[in-house]
């Protein structure tokens, strides 16, 4: 079945350093989006993809979306201690919009 | 304020104790659904709704069953927890569905089967 896989599965940073996290989708995703969550907290959307190619960003935050539509990254310049969480990518399933499907998610720590 | 309202926080039962969890948006949302979270796993779709009175399976909906009686609410039955449904939960709403908007969560629910 189709499947979104992320990588890193954790990454331990020093404050200052750079990020990035990696989506794999098996099957063309008709949009991407992208949620945070806090320890102890619920996913809190972030942004959402929809064209071949796109890039979008939001301070220091870098979305990218794969030209074919299969792949998707978020890059975070200079990391904070706010960045701390779980970042998660989700997309349509391919035979049904209405379903929803989580890639297993990035872990962030930053180190001051 | 817009919000996804889930209740009880915590939740400790005894293996096929029936129980409920509730979900309840008051943004007027279209598209409600549940989800689990399980360690390594991430969030895996339990049960979705697309509307009052329709509700279709998600990837792991083996022993849940929702109701969509009224647009606001979309709560999550367990008739008969077992141990492996010991996860965090949670309720989410978009006003289509993922295909045009970004969903909004609950706090979650932390449910423990003994």
């Known amino acids: 079945g189709q499947q979104v896989m992320q990588i890193p599965q954790y990454q331990h940073v020093q404050e200052g350093e750079d990020f990035t996290t990696y989506c794999n989708s098996s099957?063309?995703?008709?949009?991407i989006q992208w949620y945070k969550q806090r320890p102890g907290g619920h996913p809190v959307f972030l942004i959402q993809?929809?064209?071949?190619?796109e890039v979008k960003k939001q301070k220091r935050l870098t979305f990218q979306f794969g030209e074919a539509k299969k792949n998707s990254s978020l890059h975070i310049t200079a990391t904070q201690t706010t960045d701390v969480g779980t970042y998660f990518c989700?997309?349509?399933?391919?035979?049904?919009?209405?379903?929803?499907?989580f890639g297993p998610g990035t872990s962030l720590s930053v180190i001051p | 304020e817009a919000q996804v309202t889930q209740n009880p926080r915590y939740l400790i039962t005894v293996t096929g104790k029936k129980l409920t969890v509730t979900c309840s948006q008051n943004?007027?949302?279209?598209?409600m659904s549940w989800y689990r979270q399980d360690p390594g796993l991430g969030l895996r779709q339990i049960y979705y709704?697309?509307?009052?009175?329709?509700?279709d399976k998600g990837d792991v909906p083996e022993g849940y069953k929702v109701s969509r009686k009224e647009k606001r609410n979309f709560p999550l039955i367990l008739e008969s927890p077992s141990p492996n449904q010991t996860s965090l939960y949670f309720c989410?709403?978009?006003?289509?569905?993922?295909?045009?908007?970004?969903?909004?969560f609950g706090n979650g629910t932390r449910l423990t089967v003994t």
């Open positions: 989410a709403s978009s006003l289509w569905g993922l295909n045009n908007s970004p969903l909004h």
């Open positions: 099957t063309t995703l008709s949009n």
């Open positions: 993809l929809v064209k071949s190619g």
């Open positions: 989700a997309g349509p399933v391919e035979t049904s919009y209405d379903k929803v499907i």
């Open positions: 943004m007027n949302h279209e598209y």
């Open positions: 709704s697309m509307n009052v009175e329709v509700t």
